[in-house]
Nanobody
Framework: QAQLVESGGGLAQTGDSLRLSCVATGRSGSPSVMAWFRQAPGQEEKSVIGAVWIDGHTEHADSVKGRFTLSRDNTKLFLQMNNLKPADTGVYYC???????????????????WGQGTQVTVSS
């Protein structure tokens, strides 16, 4: 099982930018897919922000298109968040999977490994 460590969260004001990072270690090879999820305050569900496949294919949730950008460098995943809003507040989780052949990416069950999360708080 891979170990994932997120970093880069913190406090921000509306309109600010933050960059989150995630590093996957502990398994040979690169994850087939790496993704970011957000868990909003008081919510149990995690919502996908986006995902990047090993071949570079990238998907972004409609809610963040134009503001957030995912990128990846092998076993490192990044999330550039611009023009932050209070609704972006939450715990951001990095997730990975190593099996191939599935186009699914938006559900937590699509992934096998998770980080501990990093808190992002955006004030108005």
């Amino acid at each position: 099982q891979a170990q994932l460590v997120e970093s880069g969260g913190g406090l921000a004001q509306t309109g600010d930018s933050l960059r989150l990072s995630c590093v996957a270690t502990g398994r040979s090879g690169s994850p087939s897919v790496m993704a970011w999820f957000r868990q909003a305050p008081g919510q149990e569900e995690k919502s996908v922000i986006g995902a990047v496949w090993i071949d570079g294919h990238t998907e972004h949730a409609d809610s963040v298109k134009g503001r957030f950008t995912l990128s990846r460098d092998n076993t490192k995943l990044f999330l550039q968040m611009n023009n932050l809003k209070p609704a972006d507040t939450g715990v951001y989780y990095c997730a990975t999977r190593y099996w191939l052949g599935s186009p699914k990416y938006s559900a937590p069950d699509d992934y096998s490994d998770w980080g501990q999360g990093t808190q992002v708080t955006v004030s108005s």
